[in-house]
């Protein structure tokens, strides 16, 4: 079976280059990795390789996934892929895509979930006032994406700007205040820094209706990935010759799934 799905991995090696192709000519989109245990031939041990994930919006009328196998998490890996693309590349905090967002023709935007989920751990933790009121006006921020889910990008764009804009800038106040009255070790304080840190990133979305506000779009994406580790026949992929030709199925089975529509 495995031979099977290496030889069909191979047939579909046009349909997924085509898939990357249509996913880079957007000027959006998402970017992310996630960890499988590739397997030693011989050794019968496995070590970390990395599946690394591009996807286009939600914002866009054909939406579709592309999975890259790759041995490492290195940022070399998306360097390679992008490396003639130029857009607004939404991402988290990791530092392998830190020279891809050094480039004048790529714009960094980050993950206000990945803010709130901090936020909201140290909330959790200590049972910070401060954390508290952060994640609210974040949920506020939240509120106004449902609400404008069905707008067009000008719309979004329009609409961010009346309602979204005054209530990231009261965040940003309320953060920049607290994080003074807080020692460095605090948990909420190292939240706070984060948020802070990453604002620009964070906040790009008011600026540009076609950018989403966090990247839960690729993240349930991955989540098949991550819930078929739990699995035996799931847990690795066998060698690395093999782990392309998975990766070319996955992807073009993805975008094949319910015809070519898919969340």
Excluded at 54 to 61: A, C, I, K, M, P
Excluded at 73 to 93: A, C, F, I, S, Y
Excluded at 199 to 223: F, H, M
């Amino acid at each position: 079976m495995a031979q099977w799905v290496g030889i069909c991995g191979v047939r579909l090696q046009p349909l997924a280059r085509a898939l990357r192709e249509f996913i880079l000519a957007h000027r959006v989109v998402h970017a992310d990795e996630t960890p499988v245990s590739l397997l030693s031939p011989g050794k019968g041990k496995t070590h970390r390789a990395y599946v690394w994930v591009y996807r286009t919006t939600d914002f866009v009328e054909q939406r579709a996934v592309w999975f890259d196998f790759c041995a490492s998490r290195g940022g070399e890996h998306p360097r390679r892929v992008l490396k003639d693309w130029r857009g607004t590349l939404v991402t988290d905090d990791y530092c392998g895509y830190d020279r891809i967002h050094a480039r004048a023709d790529v714009i960094e935007a980050g993950c206000m979930a990945h803010a709130r989920r901090k936020l909201f751990e140290a909330y959790k933790l200590n049972g910070s006032l401060i954390a508290k009121q952060a994640v609210e006006l974040i949920g506020k921020l939240y509120e106004i994406e449902r609400a404008i889910k069905g707008h067009d990008c000008a719309g979004r764009h329009r609409q961010r700007q009346q309602h979204a804009r005054p209530i990231a800038d009261e965040l940003h106040r309320w953060l920049t205040e607290q994080r003074q009255r807080l020692t460095k070790a605090d948990a909420t304080a190292k939240a706070i820094d984060y948020s802070l840190g990453r604002w620009s990133a964070l906040t790009r979305y008011l600026d540009d209706g076609e950018v989403p506000i966090d990247q839960n779009a690729v993240e349930n994406a991955i989540r098949p990935l991550a819930l078929g580790r739990r699995y035996a026949n799931c847990r690795f992929m066998r060698t690395r010759r093999r782990s392309p030709c998975a990766r070319r199925g996955v992807s073009t089975l993805r975008r094949c799934w319910r015809g070519l529509d898919f969340a």
